[in-house]
């Protein structure tokens, strides 16, 4: 779960993990040796004395700082050193039993960090000369130095930046030329950093990943970005096939790195050589240093102009660049373009022996020198480095563990530091990759789910992490990262159980989602590419968070303006989209059928009027839900059109009443249409000719004459049926039907009758608007257009069975046979023969055009030939609904909401239904009745819908009662027959006593009555 870490050197060094090699001889060494190059016997002797108690040695220009192991303060020598060892030193006390760590330094100042994690800053300018503490709330565990900028890195992965800001070096952008303080360079937040390092006035940073970032002076393409412009901000470097980097170092204006699989590559400033190329050229991106190829390097270091690069199994360090003040260890003082081996003063190769002599080489570089340490490899210098917090599965079974023991405080304070930081969460749950190898996901989730599963199982450890999430990680989310690694903790946090728990969705979730919204567009694409690459059991996690989030919410969204659930919706949203590209869910997981209980509260009419207008007034906050429509089933849509419909129709009774009391004006609050039954298209299209579009929102009521006056609707459903039933006959003339028990289409254009299609439009609309259901026998296609969507060769096919299958075999049809069918861009469709093209009779059909032929023939059909009829149905249709409501719902589910289902669940039916008036489930009466009924025959049942309801159709499940009322008149006889309230469904059914009258009776009803009330009879 943690990486093993490279360290850093600038003024020291890297050393990656060999190869296994075989066993030669041993050779014998002294305890400890010590190289300068320059040569200055002196100094090296006083040092060779103290090697092995050595911790740290650190050049820069003009100063050697040497830390002893457990000193409490840096001896400071001056560069470059007279050869008698004579000069003046100072020592630099940090304080009373404070221990030094490690240290860097710049041109004019030295940072050094305590063994406690503290950081303090030495001026070697300033007076009084003396450490200044810095950054005290943080624990730091790495510091770097530019000459005159400063970097250092929290345990808690933070990343920190202060000094002189001219080219942009400390990443915050250009908001001032220096900055006195430390600021947090907010771009790498959320990236688990494992090394930072500093140049002249260029800064860098890797990742635990293997990924390297640059930022701040770019003349020489220090920066390997591939331009020579400063840069202000970090950016990932690109390294040639996807190279894991291990290690990097900076020099003045140069960098290098260090590869997992001992590649070094070399980028900058090339002027003195000391890329290594053979050149003094720059380079503007990594370049591998090919005379080093072949060899496993394992070390590497830079000065100020010159680098150094060790090859532990030749056991031999290289150097290459500026050598005129004897630094590369040649011994000459001249440039060296390419990397050859280092000799001691005494001209002899230096060779090492670091794989079975228990010893182990360092190097040490800045400034003009260089220095080559060899000590035993227990020696605490090779361990400079601590690490930021990560998780293990060690940590976890210590955490449980600790519950009550004296470490409990220390275990919370490390939740607590972990749970805060998005950088330590991803650092603890990486993905282990090789060289040019890539991952899906650079986060193992499996082992995140698994390890916050066994933690929140323990209250206390949950409660912590709830609280950490809420105060400090989710807070820390809001940021435009470039980076992909910073958006790894994205993926990580709904694992966690408590991001799931519906008491935490305002606290963590929403903050979660503004994050995810606020990303810019770079930061959501990669974070969507995160999202495609999860597999379904992952995406499924994220979306069933946001789902319990919405539901927790949704009590709230009818009393009050809500935006957080809109921004819920809106995260719903993006990750629905992935899924439709990549198909790892089915759609109804998306589904929040829990809103369909809102809706009935507000059908039910449990909310007063202002209430509603609270909530549907300008801010229609629950009809946000029709721009997601993937969270909203059929039955769910359906009923917010209702509620839509039920809103239009109240507001327009609303209006009515004001202008009576304002004005005096007479007005029906209701829209009636007076009808004669022998004259029943005729009516109804005249008078809807002459309604106002604003009329069409008010409640439909419709009297037949000469028959009572029905309530709340009546005869409604039996309208539509009757008057659907007429018009969409063939003699009728207005729809053709291509074949024989076909679906019905609009015929080609018919100018004169345009307005006829208008006003059928209208009456679609309206049976809709009114909650009702009819038989239309369309095809999909036409609920296509309706949602602007193109009908294809699938809809041709339930339309004309025939014209679909032929033009399915000419693509299918591979062969040259194909110009044998004898076709051309030429057919004849209701009676027209159409040209697809210009003289299209005369343009053969062969296996280059026939895609083209056959679209050409579906967009004739579906389009062309119907444009103007079909354009004057689509306005009848919209003139009574705002088409935004329309498009919520597929193809298939607009069909159904206007036709209805066929599918007829007769148990449910049966299930659904209520006995009043003296009835009840075990009544004689009611047991002969569902009898008698469940032995009709499926024709016979559709037309008891009709008695019953005025429809031979159900709505789908869920959104009106599917079952009947009955009800016992006290003066029904049972010489009477059973009646019906079709806007009810209630069945006035006499109390029949014998099982042959109520088959007689039943039968009679459903073959000579439609269904409503007679006039002559009144009911009680």
Known sequence: MEPRRPRKARGASARSTPRPQPQPPPRTRASAQLWLFPDAPGLQGALLRRAEATRQLCCSRGRLAVLQRGGTGVEVHQLPARSDGAGKHKYLKLGKKMKIHSLDQGAEHMLVLSSDGKAFEYSYSKEPARFQSILQEKDIIHVAC????????????????????????????????????PQAVQSLTGVPLVQISAGEAHSMALSMSGNMYSWGKNDCGQLGLGHTKNTDSPSLVDIPDNQKVEFLACGGAHTALLTQDGLMFTFGAGKYGQLGHNSTKNELRPCLVTELLGNRVTQIACGRWHTLAYVSDLGKAFSFGLGEEGQLGNGRKCTQLIPLPMKSPSNEELQFESHHSGKELIMIAGGNQSILLWVNKENSYVNLRRKILTLNERTVKRWIDDVGNKQWKNTKREIREIFSSAACLTGSFLVERGTGETVSTDVDLQMARETFMKLTEQEWISSVVTECLKDNLLGTLLYHSPHQEALLVFLLLPECPVMHESKNWLNLVIPFAQAVCNLNDKSSRVLKKYWASLDASSLNTLV???????????????????????????????VHEVNKSICHLPEDIFNINELCDVLNFLEEGRLPFWALSKVFGDHPYLFMFTHFPFVCNLQCKIKLLQVDSSIKMWRTEEKVYRRRMMEGKIESPRLILRIRRSHLVEDALHQLGQVEDADLSKTLVVEFIKEIRPENGGVTAEFFHCIFEEMTQPEYGMFIYPEEGSCMW?????????????LFGTLCGLSLFNFNIANLPFPLALYKKLLDQKPSLEDLKELSPFWGKSLQEIINDETDDIKELDMYFFITWDQNDVHLIPDGIS???????????????????????????YEEFHKGFYRVFDQERIKCFRPEELMTAVIGSTNYDWEHFEKNSHYEQGYYISHPTIQMFWKAFHKFTLDEKKKFLLFLTGRDRLHVRGIQNRGIIFRCPANFSEKDYPRSLTCHSILYLPAYSTMERMEEALHIAINSHRGFVSPEILLP
């Open 746 to 758: 609009f015929p080609v254009n018919q100018p004169k009758f345009q307005n006829r299609y208008f």
């Open 146 to 181: 530019g000459d005159y900028h400063s970097l250092a890195l929290s345990k808690g992965g933070e990343l920190f930046a202060w000094g002189q800001n001219l080219y942009g070096q400390l990443g915050i952008g250009m908001i001032s030329p220096s900055a006195l303080t």
């Open 843 to 869: 343009i053969p059909v062969d296996q280059t055009n026939k895609k083209d032929y056959v679209a050409k023939c579906v967009d004739y059909i579906f389009n062309t030939s119907i444009k103007a009829v």
């Open 544 to 574: 069933q968070m946001l789902k319990t989030a919405i539901v927790s919410e949704l009590p709230y969204v009818i009393i009050q303006s809500s935006c957080n659930i809109k921004t819920l919706l809106e995260m719903m949203k993006e």
